[in-house]
C-alpha cells in the first residue's frame, strides 16, 4: 500500500514539475515570437523547445523515484 | 508566539533560504535589465509617433491615476469583472508586500524589522494568494465556460492563469516541505501560515536531517524558478500582462481637456491632414493602443458593434496595435535609432488595409467606448483623424455627408431643400428681439440649424420662446446672421470647414458683444462651449436644460397644468457623456405635474445613441439594424407614453423610428421645451 501511495504522489510531483517546465517553456515560446522570429520557424522553435521540455521531465522523474520520501 | 513559530526552522532558513535569497538578489539584476529593455522596446515605438504635450496637471494626473489604481473606480463598474480583477489586484500586491518583507526579516536577526513583521507577512501572502486564486477562478469561470462575446482568448491568455496557479502551489508546497521537515508542528503556524500549514500535513518527509534538506531546496526553486520567469515574462513579451505597467500610465497621460473638444488643427502650418499613416499619430495616440487589454468593455457599449455594422472600438485599437507594432523598429533596428518618426513599410496602407473606410464612417462619436474604458483610451480622435485624412486629403467621403458639406459651404447650414429663413419660427413670439436692432440682452438664444428651419424642430424653438417670454427674459437672436455652428463639419472631418463656421460666428458674438448664450441643440452647445475658445471664442453658453431649471428654480416660471403622461428621458451624447448634463433635464421632468418618470435601462453615461451623432445625421445607414430603433425598442419597453430628449438630432431620429416601428400610437418623442411649453401653457394641449 505504502509503495502504492508512493508511486501515486511521485506522478503528482511529475505532473506539477512537468506543469512548471511547460510554462516556463511555453513563455519563453512566446518571448521569442515576440522578439521577432517569424511564425514560419514555429515548428521549429517548438520541436526544440519540447525537446528540451522533455529532456527535463525525464532528468526529474528519474530523480524523483530515487529521491523520494517513503510513504 | 514568535519562538513557537520559528522553532524547527532555523536550519531551513540558515541553509536554504538564505542562499536561495542571496540567488534571488542576483536575479533581480537581471529583472532590472529585462525591465529597462521592455520599457525601452516601447520607447522607441512611441518615437514613431508625433509630439504631443500631456504633462501639464501633474497632480491632478496622479490623483486619478491613484485612486483608478488602488479603488478600480471605473473597473468596478461592471460587478463581476470588477471585483474579479479587484481580487486579482489587491491579491497581488498583498502576496508581493509579503513575499519582498519576509525574505529580509530573518536575515537581519529577526527583530528587525521586529520578528512580528514577518508573521503578519507570512500571513498576508497567504491571503493574498487565496484572493489570486478566487480571482483567477472567477476569470476562468469567465473566459471559457461563461464566454461574453466581448473575449476573445489567444494562448497567452491562457497560459498566464495555469503559471500562475502553479507559482502559487509551489509556493504553499514550499512552505509545507518547510515546516513538516522540521518535525515540530507548532500550533501558530495555523495561524501564520494556514494553507501552507494544510499542506504540510500531506506531504511526506525524510527521516534524515540532510534529506529533507535537499527535499527543501528543491521546493524553494521550483518555485522560485516559475516565479522568475514569469516576472521575466512580464517584462520582456508585449502580452496583455504588460497593462500592469502600461495602464496606469495611459491614465496618467489622459486628456485632461474638455470631453467633447476635438484637437483643432493649425491649418496655416499642416503640410496634411489628418491621420493616413501609423507614424501621423501622436505618441499618447500610440499609447493608447499599448494601454488595450482587449477587455472588450469599448464593444460591448458600441451602437455600431451592436447593430451590426463593420466597426467595433476593441477591433480598431487592436488591429492599429498590431500594424504599429509590424511598423516598428525590429530588435536590432530599435538600437540603431533610424527610425525615429518614420515606421517600416509593412506594406498595407492603415486606411483601407488595416481599417476600412466603412469602419472610419460607422462611428456615431457617442463617446460610450470611451466612457466604459478602464484604460481611458480616447477612440474617436483616432477615428476622427482618419476621417480628416479621408476628407481633406483625400476627398472620400459618404455621398450624402458630402451633400451637407456642400450646404454648410454654400448656405451656412445643413437643411438641404429648406424654404424656411432663420426667423421663421418666432413669427409669433413677441419679444424675440433681433441683435442687429437691439443687442442689449439679457442672454442670446443661439437657435441652430435644425430649430431654425427644420420643420419638426421648429416646434421646440418656439416652445423655447414661449418659456423665455413667459419668464420674462430679455433674449436676442442673430437671425440671418446666425451660421451653422460647424458641429457636423468637424465630425464628419473637414476641419476646414469648420474652423471657417467657428470664426465666422465668433465675430458675429464679438461685433454684439455678447456674454452668455442659451442653445437648444447639445452639438451647437458642446461645439460653442468646448471647442470655440480654441479660436478665441469665449463666452457662457448654456444649455436650455440647464437655463430652464435655472428659471423654474429661480421661481420665473409656473409649470401649472398637469400633464398626465408618463415618460422616459433619453441622454442625447453631446449632452450626456461628452459634457456630463444628465441631471437638469430629470430635475425638468420630475418638476413637471402629472408626471410619472420611468428612466431606460441604459441611461445617464451608460445611454445609447440614437444613431444621430458623428455627422450621422447625414448619412444613411446601410448595414445592420438602424441604431434608431434599437434605442426606440429600448424607449418601448418602458411603457411609457413620451421619450423626451433635449437635442433635436435625438428628436428627429426618434420620430423616423417611431414611424418605421408603426408606434407612433404608443409612444411620442418630445423635447423638454415642448413638455415644459404644455406645463405653463394658458390653454393646455393634449
Known amino acids: 500500500m505504502d509503495t502504492f501511495l508512493r508511486v501515486i504522489a511521485v506522478l503528482i510531483e511529475v505532473a506539477i514539475l512537468g506543469a512548471v517546465f511547460y510554462y516556463i517553456?511555453?513563455?519563453?515560446?512566446?518571448?521569442?515570437?515576440?522578439?521577432?522570429?517569424?511564425?514560419?520557424?514555429?515548428?521549429?522553435?517548438?520541436?526544440?523547445?519540447?525537446?528540451?521540455?522533455?529532456?527535463?521531465?525525464?532528468?526529474?522523474?528519474?530523480?524523483?523515484?530515487?529521491?523520494?520520501?517513503e510513504i | 508566539m514568535g519562538d513557537l513559530f520559528w522553532t524547527g526552522q532555523e536550519i531551513y532558513i540558515?541553509?536554504?533560504?538564505?542562499?536561495?535569497?542571496?540567488?534571488?538578489?542576483?536575479?533581480?539584476?537581471?529583472?532590472?535589465?529585462?525591465?529597462?529593455?521592455?520599457?525601452?522596446?516601447?520607447?522607441?515605438?512611441?518615437?514613431?509617433?508625433?509630439?504631443?504635450?500631456?504633462?501639464?496637471?501633474?497632480f491632478t494626473r496622479l490623483k486619478v491615476t491613484l485612486t483608478e489604481v488602488f479603488a478600480h473606480m471605473r473597473i468596478?463598474?461592471?460587478?463581476?469583472?470588477?471585483?474579479?480583477?479587484?481580487?486579482?489586484?489587491?491579491?497581488?500586491?498583498?502576496?508581493?508586500?509579503?513575499?519582498?518583507?519576509?525574505?529580509?526579516?530573518?536575515?537581519?536577526?529577526?527583530?528587525?524589522?521586529?520578528?512580528?513583521?514577518?508573521?503578519?507577512?507570512?500571513?498576508?501572502?497567504?491571503?493574498?494568494?487565496?484572493?489570486?486564486?478566487?480571482?483567477?477562478?472567477?476569470?476562468?469561470?469567465?473566459?471559457?465556460?461563461?464566454?461574453?462575446?466581448?473575449?476573445?482568448?489567444?494562448?497567452?491568455?491562457?497560459?498566464?492563469?495555469?503559471?500562475?496557479?502553479?507559482?502559487?502551489?509551489?509556493?504553499?508546497?514550499?512552505?509545507?516541505?518547510?515546516?513538516?521537515?522540521?518535525?515540530?508542528?507548532?500550533?501558530?503556524?495555523?495561524?501564520?501560515?494556514p494553507v501552507s500549514y494544510l499542506f504540510s500535513k500531506i506531504l511526506p518527509t525524510f527521516d534524515t536531517q540532510s534529506y529533507n534538506e535537499v527535499l527543501v531546496w528543491h521546493r524553494a526553486v521550483l518555485h522560485t524558478l516559475p516565479a522568475f520567469m514569469f516576472l521575466l515574462y512580464i517584462m520582456v513579451n508585449r502580452s496583455r500582462l504588460q497593462h500592469i505597467l502600461l495602464t496606469p500610465v495611459n491614465v496618467f497621460f489622459r486628456s485632461l481637456e474638455p470631453k467633447g473638444a476635438l484637437v483643432p488643427?493649425?491649418?496655416?502650418?499642416?503640410?496634411?491632414?489628418?491621420?493616413?499613416?501609423?507614424?501621423?499619430?501622436t505618441w499618447k495616440q500610440l499609447m493608447d493602443l499599448d494601454a488595450c487589454t482587449r477587455c472588450g468593455r469599448c464593444q460591448d457599449n458600441c451602437p455600431a458593434y451592436l447593430s451590426g455594422k463593420t466597426l467595433s472600438p476593441k477591433k480598431v485599437i487592436q488591429d492599429?496595435?498590431?500594424?504599429?507594432?509590424?511598423?516598428?523598429?525590429?530588435?536590432?533596428?530599435?538600437?540603431?535609432?533610424?527610425?525615429?518618426?518614420k515606421g517600416r513599410d509593412t506594406g498595407v496602407s492603415m486606411i483601407g488595409g488595416v481599417i476600412t473606410q466603412e469602419m472610419i464612417w460607422d462611428c456615431t462619436t457617442c463617446r460610450a467606448c470611451q466612457e466604459a474604458c478602464p484604460a481611458y483610451i480616447e477612440h474617436i480622435n483616432k477615428i476622427i483623424d482618419m476621417r480628416r485624412n479621408l476628407v481633406l486629403?483625400?476627398?472620400?467621403?459618404?455621398?450624402?455627408?458630402?451633400?451637407?458639406?456642400?450646404?454648410?459651404?454654400?448656405?451656412?447650414?445643413?437643411?438641404?431643400?429648406?424654404?424656411?429663413?432663420?426667423?421663421?419660427?418666432?413669427?409669433?413670439?413677441?419679444?424675440?428681439?433681433?441683435?442687429?436692432?437691439?443687442?442689449?440682452?439679457?442672454?442670446v438664444y443661439f437657435v441652430g440649424c435644425s430649430a431654425a428651419l427644420e420643420d419638426r424642430n421648429m416646434k421646440v424653438s418656439k416652445a423655447f420662446g414661449k418659456i423665455l417670454k413667459a419668464a420674462n427674459v430679455n433674449f436676442g437672436i442673430l437671425g440671418e446672421e446666425e451660421s451653422c455652428c460647424g458641429d457636423p463639419a468637424r465630425r464628419i472631418g473637414n476641419e476646414y470647414l469648420f474652423q471657417m463656421q467657428a470664426m465666422k460666428n465668433i465675430e458675429t458674438f464679438k461685433k454684439y458683444n455678447v456674454k452668455r448664450i442659451v442653445v437648444t441643440c447639445p452639438h451647437g452647445y458642446n461645439c460653442l462651449k468646448n471647442e470655440y475658445p480654441q479660436f478665441g471664442g469665449e463666452f457662457e453658453v448654456i444649455h436650455h436644460s440647464q437655463y430652464i431649471a435655472e428659471l423654474i428654480s429661480q421661481g420665473r416660471l409656473k409649470l401649472k397644468n398637469n400633464l398626465d403622461k408618463?415618460?422616459?428621458?433619453?441622454?442625447?451624447?453631446?449632452?450626456?457623456?461628452?459634457?456630463?448634463?444628465?441631471?437638469?433635464?430629470?430635475?425638468?421632468?420630475?418638476?413637471?405635474?402629472?408626471?410619472?418618470f420611468k428612466e431606460m435601462a441604459r441611461?445617464?453615461?451608460?445611454?445609447?445613441?440614437?444613431?444621430?451623432?458623428?455627422?450621422?445625421?447625414?448619412?444613411?445607414?446601410?448595414?445592420?439594424?438602424?441604431?434608431?430603433?434599437?434605442?426606440?425598442?429600448?424607449?418601448?419597453?418602458?411603457?411609457?407614453?413620451?421619450?423626451?430628449?433635449?437635442?433635436?438630432?435625438?428628436?428627429?431620429?426618434?420620430?423616423?423610428?417611431?414611424?418605421?416601428?408603426?408606434?407612433?400610437?404608443?409612444?411620442?418623442?418630445?423635447?423638454?421645451?415642448?413638455?415644459?411649453?404644455?406645463?405653463?401653457?394658458?390653454?393646455?394641449?393634449?
Open chain 2, 320 to 341: 492599429l496595435k498590431q500594424h504599429w507594432y509590424d511598423s516598428g523598429p525590429d530588435i536590432f533596428g530599435m538600437f540603431r535609432n533610424k527610425l525615429k518618426g
Open chain 1, 25 to 69: 517553456i511555453a513563455g519563453v515560446r512566446l518571448i521569442l515570437f515576440d522578439l521577432g522570429i517569424k511564425q514560419q520557424h514555429d515548428k521549429i522553435v517548438t520541436l526544440f523547445l519540447t525537446a528540451a521540455g522533455s529532456l527535463l521531465l525525464v532528468f526529474i522523474f528519474s530523480h524523483l523515484f530515487t529521491f523520494y520520501p
Open chain 2, 393 to 443: 486629403d483625400q476627398a472620400k467621403m459618404p455621398e450624402t455627408a458630402e451633400m451637407a458639406l456642400r450646404c454648410i459651404e454654400e448656405r451656412g447650414h445643413t437643411c438641404k431643400g429648406t424654404t424656411a429663413c432663420r426667423t421663421d419660427w418666432c413669427g409669433d413670439i413677441a419679444g424675440a428681439k433681433l441683435l442687429a436692432n437691439d443687442s442689449n440682452v439679457e442672454i
Open chain 2, 76 to 193: 468596478i463598474k461592471e460587478p463581476y469583472p470588477g471585483i474579479m480583477h479587484l481580487l486579482i489586484f489587491w491579491g497581488t500586491a498583498l502576496f508581493l508586500i509579503g513575499k519582498v518583507i519576509r525574505p529580509f526579516s530573518y536575515a537581519v536577526e529577526l527583530s528587525n524589522p521586529p520578528q512580528a513583521v514577518f508573521l503578519y507577512a507570512s500571513l498576508i501572502s497567504e491571503i493574498g494568494a487565496v484572493m489570486i486564486i478566487i480571482g483567477g477562478l472567477l476569470a476562468i469561470y469567465r473566459r471559457y465556460i461563461a464566454k461574453p462575446s466581448r473575449l476573445d482568448t489567444k494562448p497567452d491568455d491562457t497560459l498566464i492563469y495555469g503559471w500562475v496557479f502553479i507559482i502559487l502551489l509551489t509556493g504553499f508546497m514550499a512552505k509545507g516541505y518547510r515546516i513538516a521537515a522540521g518535525g515540530i508542528q507548532p500550533t501558530d503556524w495555523a495561524t501564520w501560515a
Open chain 2, 603 to 686: 441611461h445617464a453615461n451608460k445611454s445609447f445613441c440614437c444613431g444621430a451623432g458623428g455627422g450621422h445625421m447625414w448619412m444613411e445607414e446601410k448595414t445592420g439594424v438602424r441604431i434608431s430603433e434599437m434605442r426606440t425598442e429600448q424607449a418601448l419597453e418602458t411603457n411609457c407614453n413620451v421619450v423626451a430628449t433635449a437635442c433635436p438630432f435625438c428628436l428627429q431620429m426618434f420620430e423616423d423610428a417611431i414611424k418605421a416601428k408603426e408606434a407612433s400610437e404608443k409612444i411620442r418623442p418630445l423635447d423638454i421645451a415642448e413638455l415644459v411649453a404644455l406645463a405653463i401653457a394658458d390653454e393646455p394641449k393634449k
Open chain 2, 566 to 596: 408618463a415618460i422616459t428621458y433619453h441622454d442625447g451624447c453631446y449632452l450626456g457623456r461628452h459634457n456630463s448634463i444628465y441631471d437638469e433635464p430629470r430635475t425638468i421632468i420630475n418638476a413637471l405635474p402629472g408626471v410619472q
Open chain 2, 265 to 281: 488643427v493649425d491649418l496655416e502650418k499642416a503640410e496634411s491632414f489628418g491621420v493616413s499613416k501609423i507614424e501621423g499619430f
Open chain 2, 14 to 58: 540558515e541553509n536554504i533560504y538564505r542562499p536561495v535569497i542571496l540567488g534571488t538578489l542576483i536575479f533581480f539584476v537581471v529583472l532590472a535589465g529585462a525591465l529597462a529593455f521592455g520599457l525601452f522596446r516601447h520607447y522607441q515605438l512611441l518615437r514613431l509617433g508625433t509630439k504631443e504635450n500631456r504633462f501639464d496637471q501633474i
